[in-house]
């Protein structure tokens, strides 16, 4: 038998293990040579990492497959049937453990290792290099692991990989590994993962099949090459210019007063907070707090998490085009951090079977190689420059596989987090432990919003909670550190006067009716319902009576949500832009959409009629109303508008919900969209209190008083929903407890084991199935699609492996497993059982 650590199933071909063990701890020491991780290495270990005890991390790492040795391993390059039952190399690497005596093992090098201060946890940190913790099997598990095999000494093999690890690495005789702190042994095991990943390459480490005594040469020249070649050595690639405002941004001629806090704040703070109102520039305030770090050496790359995959695909586009000019060629491509996608640049990936990756402009192996972290989810934070979904971020954080990489690939970064307040209390705790490590490792932060309450903000900063009068006295907008708060001039031409009443009645024909009557006046009209289904009751009525003022792509009147597929989410996100943008010709239309319009999107209403939520967002809804100067139509000079309430009390939806608002269910636990009645009683006195809003210099109180705990007791108790009120605080705490029972907190020992994460991940919201259509299936555009992200609460018991069955070509009508779907101009729509 061929010993091997790699192998082509096809052709044969393969890799001496120990030349994959060398391309792996090579790689390992390629990444401790760059100047960003060597300095998170030696946060996490608290002090200087010696050249001595890299040597004996890089003898670790070379041990990361030793369960390879195994016969029952090695079998599997054998024709079947297998002479015996073929096992996994984690676990044989456990009972390899057991196999002889220190003195012979490793041609007598073990006894060198087995001196090292806890080398059991190192074990498991070893083994736990594909993602997620090994348990030691124990004794009785697969007793013929390491049986004879004819054709087949491991133990001869063994040696010659004992004598290579002393030649190698002969600094293990007198030296040993940093201290295996927590915090240390979690962030090697990272680091250890994205090595492998690496070194796992062929096309960076090609096969060699007999064992070369000289190959670590070989292995350390490549894998230095490779790093560079993916873009996570930053060697040669620089700022275009000194990362001064001109750097980062081409329209306007000097930046705004928060923008200019934001560059003003020491480059020591690590955890920076901008709270200001939407169209402030926050993204380039990061853009140039990103630049100004890079320039100083303190981060390699930025990870930009936003709420949703459509603000993520808006802002990917546009930091890209702003990155041309912020680097010197070549500069970096923004890479689109959402499960499924495959974009980089403007390049498109096509992905083949064997996890390859064909690229829509692909002019060979280089451009490959620097779009290797685009190319699969768990290498998205690897990027220099990735822009995603929050929960990418997020995972970084929970015991879910590939955790530890993502968390020590993140450490380079400048993780910049939009729309902080979106959040439940499940995803912030999660988002707060990412954060807490993060800069543990000497990471650095940017959280930005443009409502966030004090409730959040102390739980991000780690302090006390104000009174309701101290918080709505505190300054906004502001720029927030750990310790201070600095405050953002008043930027009088900023300020806009919003006309705001409420109105009773928000069914499809009440919304339709006076979007209508605005648009008959010469109005951009923008509708934001809270669930798809009211928005589709709008879309049908504004059609039945106005067909001519509705919002159309390719001439059919459609909406703007979360169920489209990708490829027409950005036909539909250009087109709303075209319509409601900042060049767009002056005319009468409807737009109607949900969540999906609340941000990212650059667009100019001149009314927005929206129904009844939580006062943060309504004011994100608000911001898209008067964003640009411009003419208005008569009547439409001032900002305006109407937010649509519920027939009745609102006390009811603390029984009943209904358009989103409310809860479900009568037992211990709570569920729905918008859950906190207390909230939005407190945000519908507001709007009855003050017909006229200034934004943002209101922004401040208009959010304490619907946020901050003292008021909503204060409107619990006097509605008396006091019980529902607790209901929902214990529905918080218990999210709270849930999140720690499955976050990932590197303050602890290294796990022996992670909990299934499939519950974990459906809970992140957006990890609903991905169906992948056949290659000639068109959209209701008129466009070929491709792949379509189904609602988590539809994807139950799908993987996103299954394929589906094309019913109908007009409108798309497909099966997966049970389920059935109707893809049309309106969205995702699933069809009843029958």
């Known amino acids: 038998m061929q010993f091997w650590g790699k192998i082509d199933p096809v052709s044969g071909a393969s890799h001496h293990l120990i030349h994959h063990s060398a391309d792996v701890a090579a790689t390992l020491g390629a990444l401790l040579e760059i100047p960003v991780l060597r300095r998170r290495a ?48 984690l676990r044989c690497g456990w009972k390899w453990l057991l196999q002889g005596d220190a003195e012979s093992t490793l041609a007598g090098q073990a006894p060198h290792i087995v001196r090292w201060d806890k080398i059991e946890v190192w074990f498991m940190v070893l083994f736990a290099h594909h993602g997620r913790p090994v348990k030691n099997p124990g004794e009785s598990w697969a007793q013929d692991a390491f049986a004879p095999l004819e054709g087949y000494d491991w133990k001869s093999e063994e040696t010659r990989f004992g004598k290579a690890l002393a030649s190698w690495f002969p600094e293990i005789r007198e030296h040993e590994p940093p201290p295996p702190t927590p915090t240390f042994t979690h962030f090697f095991c990272g680091l250890l993962a994205l090595a492998d990943w690496v070194g796992s390459d062929r096309n960076a480490f090609p096969f060699v099949a007999a064992f070369d005594p000289d190959y670590w040469g070989i292995a350390r020249d490549r894998a230095r090459r490779r790093l560079s070649d993916i873009g996570l050595n930053r060697s040669g690639r620089h700022l275009g210019a000194p990362a001064s405002w001109a750097l980062v941004s081409k329209d306007h001629s000097t930046p705004r007063p928060a923008q200019k806090i934001v560059a003003g704040t020491s480059l020591s703070e690590n955890l920076v907070i901008l709270e200001a109102e939407t169209g402030a520039g926050k993204t380039e305030a990061a853009l140039w707090r990103f630049a100004q770090l890079y320039e100083s050496g303190a981060v390699d790359s930025l990870y930009f998490a936003l709420p949703t995959r459509a603000a993520a695909r808006q802002l990917q586009s546009r930091i890209n085009k702003t990155l041309q000019t912020m680097f010197s060629d070549p500069p970096p491509e923004a890479v689109l951090a959402i499960p499924g996608q495959a974009v980089s640049g403007e390049a498109q990936g096509i992905r083949l079977p064997a996890f390859e990756v064909k690229w829509d402009d692909d002019t060979g192996i280089e451009s490959r190689a620097k779009r290797w972290a685009a190319e699969h989810a768990t290498r998205f934070l690897a990027a220099q420059i990735a822009v995603g979904t929050v929960d990418q971020a997020m995972m970084a954080g929970l015991q879910v596989k590939h955790a530890h990489l993502r968390g020590s690939a993140l450490s380079r970064s400048l993780l910049v987090v939009d729309e902080v307040h979106a959040s439940d209390a499940w995803m912030t705790e999660i988002q707060r432990s990412v954060l807490r490590d993060h800069l543990a490792l000497g990471g650095h932060a940017l959280l930005m919003s443009a409502t966030l309450g004090a409730v959040a903000r102390s739980a991000w900063r780690a302090t006390p909670l104000p009174s309701l009068q101290e918080a709505e006295q505190t300054p906004y907008p502001a720029v927030w550190t750990k310790d201070d708060c600095f405050p953002v001039s008043s930027d009088d031409s900023a300020q806009k006067e919003v006309a705001i009443s409420a109105r009773k009645g928000w069914s499809g024909e009440d919304a339709a009716a006076e979007a209508i009557s605005a648009a008959r006046r010469g109005a951009r009209v923008l509708v934001i319902r809270n669930t798809v289904d009211r928005a589709r009751e709008t879309l049908a009525a504004c059609v039945n009576e106005a067909p001519n003022l509705v919002f159309e792509l390719n001439d059919t009147p459609t909406l703007h949500h979360s169920r489209f597929a990708a490829e027409d989410r950005a036909l539909l996100d250009a087109r709303v832009e075209d319509v409601l943008g900042k060049g767009s010709i002056a005319q009468a239309v409807i737009v109607i959409g949900t969540q999906t319009l609340e941000q990212s999107l650059d667009i100019d209403a001149d009314i927005l009629i929206t129904d009844l939520c939580p006062m943060d967002v309504l004011l994100q809804r608000i911001g898209r109303l008067h964003r640009h100067c411009r003419s208005r139509p008569d009547g439409f000079e001032r900002a305006s508008a109407l937010v649509l309430c519920p027939e009745g009390d609102l006390g009811r939806l603390t029984s009943e919900p209904e358009n989103g608002l409310g809860a479900y269910g009568q037992n211990a636990t709570l569920s729905g969209v918008y859950l906190d009645v207390p909230g939005l009683a407190a945000t519908l006195r507001e709007i009855e209190a003050a017909p006229l809003w200034r934004i943002p210099q209101m922004n401040r109180r208009l959010v304490e008083r619907a946020t901050h705990p003292e ?33 990932l907190d590197r303050r602890e020992a290294f ?33 070929p699609v491709t792949t379509l992200a189904l609602p988590a609460h539809w994807s139950r018991e799908l993987t996103g492996d299954e394929p589906p069955e094309i019913i109908a070509k007009a409108p798309l009508t497909f099966r997966v497993e049970a389920a059935g779907f109707v893809y049309d101009a309106s969205g995702l729509t699933r069809l009843e059982e029958d």
């Not at 070379?62 to 996994?88: N, Y």
């Not at 007791?713 to 029972?741: P, V």
């Open 42 to 89: 030696e946060r996490a270990i608290g002090g200087k990492l010696a050249e001595e005890q890299v040597a004996c991390l890089g003898a670790l790492a070379f041990l990361h497959d030793i369960g390879k040795l195994a016969p029952s391993f090695q079998i599997k390059a054998l024709p079947p049937p297998f002479p015996r039952k073929p096992r996994d190399h």
């Open 711 to 743: 008021r909503l007791d204060e409107i619990a108790a006097q509605h008396g929903w006091e019980d529902y009120r607790r209901r929902e605080t214990g529905k918080t705490i218990a999210e709270i407890m849930g999140a720690q029972n499955v976050i």
């Open 751 to 783: 796990p022996c084991s992670f909990p299934s994460d499939e519950v974990i991940r459906t809970r992140l919201g957006e990890s609903g199935a991905i169906v992948t259509f056949p290659d000639d299936t068109i959209g209701p555009f008129g466009s």
